[in-house]
């Protein structure tokens, strides 16, 4: 025999996933305009097309660092609005970069 608890938390949770099926029909998976990887390139040159975006440095030591690219330089990168780490900002020193991971597509509406 169904509760009244165990019905109200099944129709919840059938709300919930009518919720997200429906919202995504119908959505396509575009691209982001002026974002993208050059294998060609150098870590600081995909940086520099980077500026701007929101990023996430892994570094060498296994440490993630995850922000919006505000500047490159030689042998700096300047991470701004660092996630979880309200008003702190970070220099990563870019031969210390092993990844970059960004977000390149989105769902459209």
């Known amino acids: 025999m169904i509760t009244r608890k165990g019905l109200t938390v099944m129709v919840l949770v059938f709300a919930v996933l009518a919720y997200a099926s429906f919202s995504r029909a119908g959505a396509d998976v575009v691209n982001i305009?002026?974002?993208?990887?050059?294998?060609?390139?150098?870590?600081?040159?995909?940086?520099?097309?980077?500026?701007?975006?929101?990023?996430?440095?892994?570094?060498?030591?296994g440490k993630v660092v995850v922000g919006r690219v505000k500047a490159v330089g030689d042998h700096l990168v300047h991470v701004e609005k660092l996630e979880q780490r309200d008003f702190f900002d970070a220099l990563v020193r870019i031969d210390q970069i092993s990844a970059i991971d960004t977000r390149f597509r989105k769902l459209a509406r």
Do not use: H, W
């Not at 294998?39 to 990023?55: F, H, Q, S, W």
């Open 33 to 61: 305009v002026g974002v993208g990887f050059s294998v060609d390139a150098t870590i600081k040159d995909n940086l520099e097309a980077l500026t701007g975006k929101r990023v996430s440095l892994v570094l060498v030591s």
